[in-house]
């Protein structure tokens, strides 16, 4: 497939309450404009950021999984975003990625946000992602992941980055700086998928979720508002901007330990 047609879901998120978020992306969703080909969601889009003390954990046997494979058939879409998943003991902030035929892939998020107390509370990923659907490869992010671009770099790998968040609003600067670059370095598409709102940390959420095309520029910004926004991003522009500009070919080799 050669377009590929997304929804940006940027939404509010209910602190500590998975069944109230579920329900609200839910609605969000039946009142969105279809058909589309995939729906993304906020990071940790049940609970808010650091929003699951005191909750039951979830496996990849819960509520919420199977939650998003209902949609997913419902809407023949793809569904993504990422949730707090409890496995083999451990606590990750899990991107999942669910097909409509229930197939699903994840990513353990990599780089947790230190600074806000995240690594003591889950354990870190150790594998990049790819996803392939629909004939695009689709490399999985979240949120921290954005401000190291080692780990995001396209390896010939790779024609989509897809980033959810919950970005503060007092460093959006450096969010859409940043995803920008990804896409101007990486010469793909990039959605950064943000939520709104306030936290129950008191932290405010800005929004200004984007689509950045393969040259860097801004295809679509939700702004600050909650709202669900229908993009389509162009398989050929991606193939068309590398062979015209083959930068990649002179990219230095490395190895991430």
């Known amino acids: ?21 579920r329900d609200h992306l839910e609605s969000m969703l ?12 906020p990071e940790t889009f049940t609970t808010g950021f650091l929003g699951d003390p005191d909750l039951p954990g979830e496996g990849m046997d819960g509520p919420t999984l199977d939650w998003m494979k209902t949609l997913a058939a419902r809407y023949s879409c ?13 606590r990750y902030n899990r991107f999942l990625f669910v097909k ?8 353990d998020k990599r780089h947790l946000f230190a ?18 659907y629909l004939g695009w490869r689709i490399n999985l992010q979240i949120c921290y992941d954005l401000r190291f671009p080692a780990w995001c770099r396209f390896r010939g790998d790779y024609d989509l980055m897809l980033l959810v968040a919950n970005w ?27 939520r709104v709102g306030r936290d129950g940390n008191g932290i405010e959420y800005p929004g200004h ?8 520029e801004k295809i679509a910004d939700l702004g600050g508002t909650e709202g669900a926004r229908l993009v389509e991003l162009d398989l050929a522009e991606v ?19």
């Open 78 to 90: 793809a569904l993504a975003g990422s949730a707090v998943i409890v496995a083999n003991g451990d």
């Open 115 to 132: 600074f806000g107390g995240e690594d003591d509370r889950y354990t870190p990923g150790t594998q990049r992602v790819n996803v392939n």
């Open 168 to 194: 503060p609003a007092r460093r959006v600067t450096h969010w859409s700086t940043l995803l920008e670059a990804r896409a101007i370095e990486n010469q793909c598409y990039v959605i950064g998928l943000n």
């Open 30 to 41: 039946d009142r969105a404009a279809g058909p589309f080909d995939l729906a993304v969601l």
């Open 209 to 216: 979720s984007v689509v950045h095309g393969p040259l860097g």
């Open 239 to 257: 193939t068309r901007i590398r062979a015209d500009l083959p930068f990649q070919a002179d990219a230095d080799s490395f190895d991430l330990m």
């Open 1 to 21: 497939m050669t377009t590929l047609k997304t929804l940006l879901v940027q939404s509010r998120l209910v602190w500590k309450d998975p069944r109230r978020n």
């Open 100 to 107: 409509p035929d229930g197939g699903v892939d994840h990513y």
